[in-house]
């Protein structure tokens, strides 16, 4: 820790670099926006060191910067970055039907639907079963697992 004490009472200004660029390694090898806010916090914390302020003035200055960083920009690099849902093939199922090749039970954690083409891990949006042989409707995709509700047998019918 001496070594970090005379860092900061020696040159500040470098301290607050070594923190920006750390931070700024950070963010690099994650796959969100983590520590992007204090890197920037860091980096506005260089002028208070480079003007003299006091250890405790720079903290707060580096407290507030990084805050007002992650409230100010955090929008715009979400927009930028399209953090968020990728679709993918599999969401196109959504809505589709499906029929149930095994009883699907979620208290017991199984059955399956064939949907698309493929076989699929399916559990009920209510909760309840859905007998071998019933035609699903698709709800939702969690994962690899499809939600699907159980198609009113006079809608079978009609078709």
Known sequence: MDGLAALITSNPVIF?????????VIEASTAGLFSVWFAIGA????????LGASFNMQIAVFIAASAAALVFTRPFFKRVLHVGHTPTNADMLIGAEAAVVTEIDNIAERGRVRAGG???????ADGGKIEKGAVVKILELRG???????IKED?????
């Open 43 to 50: 980096l506005v914390t260089m002028a208070p060191a480079w």
């Open 144 to 150: 690899v697992t499809l939600i699907v509700e159980k």
């Open 118 to 124: 493929l076989d699929w891990e399916a559990r009920s």
């Open 155 to 159: 809608k079978q019918e009609e078709k």
């Open 16 to 24: 607050w670099l070594i923190v920006a660029i750390a931070a700024g």
